[in-house]
């Protein structure tokens, strides 16, 4: 049996103050083992993107566990899990959320030289001509088409070369045919280079090329399967 290299345990977090504080993980424990594909669907608001985004370190929970890659959260102070995060972990997000005044070149680069990498150029000009972009490394996010922008976006979340792969929604923004050749992208890099791939998606046909499919509801875990043939269940 592979190791764990996510294990969530009886998270628990809520948003917002006051009266519009709302509790959005409810007691959520999940274990996703090295190299797995895992699909996370569920209706909006159900705390699919906000468990992504716990994994991710980019949330904090109010109580409970996050371990990744043998490192507990919990006890990692802000500057050493934003360490951690630029090493193990590689985040595509719907939006792109490129830099729009660097090159395609220069997004990628500018986190690898903030880690202290010596090949910063050297490794995103690499990365960018595996997606296909080695003719466009010297353009700007504006003059790039949506699909070109996440190919940017997904060879900076692989240039560290990361333990694990967070994708939210990665196609959201993007027509059909373009969305298709994203996810294929994924998929190969995972298999590839042996990462962990957790995908926040809406399409079930799309989270069923996963291993496994976590189903979220109101908050919690409500369907969990292992197989590639799971079919939803109302």
């Known amino acids: 049996m592979k190791p764990d290299t996510i294990s969530i345990t009886n998270v628990n977090l809520s948003l917002g103050t006051g009266a519009a504080r709302v509790h959005i993980l409810k007691d959520v424990s999940l274990r996703i083992a090295s190299g797995e594909a895992v699909g996370l669907i569920g209706p909006s608001g159900s705390g699919k993107s906000t468990l992504l985004m716990v994994m991710a370190g980019l949330e904090r929970p109010d109580s409970g566990e996050v371990v990744v890659n ?4 919990n006890a990692l102070d802000e500057d050493t899990l934003a360490g951690f995060r630029g090493r193990q972990v590689g985040i595509v997000f719907q939006s792109f959320h490129l830099i729009p005044t660097m090159t395609a070149l220069e997004n990628v680069a500018v986190p690898l030289e903030l880690a202290g990498r010596d090949d910063a150029n050297e490794r995103a000009a690499r990365e960018l001509a595996e997606l296909g972009l080695g003719e466009r490394l010297h353009h700007y996010p504006s003059q790039l088409s949506g699909g070109e922008q996440q190919r940017v976006a997904l060879a900076r979340a692989m240039a560290p070369d990361p333990a694990i792969l967070v994708a939210d929604e990665p196609t959201g923004n993007l027509d059909e045919a373009t969305g298709q050749q994203i996810v294929d992208l994924l998929f190969a890099k ?4 042996g990462m962990t791939l957790v995908l926040v998606t809406h399409d079930l046909t799309l989270a069923q090329r ?11 875990i409500d369907v969990q399967a292992a197989s590639r043939h799971w079919v939803e269940t109302a």
């Open 70 to 73: 043998g490192s507990s959260f």
């Open 190 to 193: 995972h298999i590839e280079r």
């Open 210 to 220: 996963c291993d496994r499919v976590v189903r979220l509801r109101s908050g919690r």
